[in-house]
């Protein structure tokens, strides 16, 4: 089975605090990606990446930045948190282009006060 | 932009009742993802639909793609409590980007 595990499910911060949000997948996946997963809005792309040390602005990238140094890593910095970044984050990791199923994570939810 | 478009958004449904959960979106595609979502949990893949009248069932659930027209149905059977949970599709553009939809919170009640 594919396992995403994402390094927290809960999480508190303060404004102005630099966040990192970490994910992990198990299975080589080329493709990994961050959401974030607010009421009646869905689930919207922040950032996405193909492979390591690559990535590519999603819907909705302000205010956020990712780091792919390792191929099975993906993670998620909140450079200044601000109160309406919190959300709950979804990471997904997919095989490769032009395969199907997205895999995802547990999700952090994240409260920035 | 792709615009994927859920209804109903909330769905409070007995048991034992059928109903639909429609999702159209905007521009042209022919993969189309339903994912289940559990409160509390992340998103459980249920049906990936590739082609046009492509037509997926599992247990009470069935799913069907039209391209043409540009919607997905996802169809309950004889529904239990158990199916309770916010339902999402998400359209594929160039093999690998989803759109979601903003979800459906089907509750189902004894």
């Known amino acids: 089975d594919v396992k995403v595990t994402q390094s927290s499910r809960y999480l508190v911060k303060r404004t102005g605090e630099k966040v990192f949000l970490e994910c992990v997948q198990d299975m080589d996946h080329e493709n990994m990606f961050w959401y974030r997963q607010d009421p009646g809005l869905g689930l919207r792309l922040i950032y996405f990446?193909?492979?390591?040390?690559?990535?590519e602005k999603g819907d909705i990238p302000e205010g956020y930045s990712v780091s792919r140094e390792k191929k099975e890593r993906f993670s998620l910095i909140l450079e200044s948190a601000s109160t309406n970044q919190t959300s709950m984050y979804l990471c997904a990791s997919q095989p490769g282009r032009n395969t199907y199923e997205q895999y995802f994570g547990p999700g952090t939810r994240l409260t920035v006060t | 932009e792709l615009k994927v478009e859920q209804n109903p958004l909330f769905l409070s449904m007995q048991e034992g009742k059928n109903y639909t959960i429609y999702c159209n979106y905007s521009?042209?595609?022919?993969?189309l993802y339903w994912y289940r979502q559990d409160p509390g949990k992340s998103l459980e893949s249920l049906f990936v639909l590739l082609s046009n009248g492509a037509v997926k069932q599992e247990g009470r659930l069935m799913a069907s793609l039209d391209t043409k027209a540009r919607l997905s149905t996802l169809h309950i059977t004889a529904a239990v409590h158990d199916l309770s949970a916010t339902y999402f599709c998400a359209v594929d553009i160039n093999g690998n980007k989803l759109v979601f939809g903003a979800g459906t919170i089907l509750r189902v009640k004894s």
């Open positions: 990446s193909y492979d390591v040390k690559m990535k």
């Open positions: 521009t042209t595609s022919d993969r």
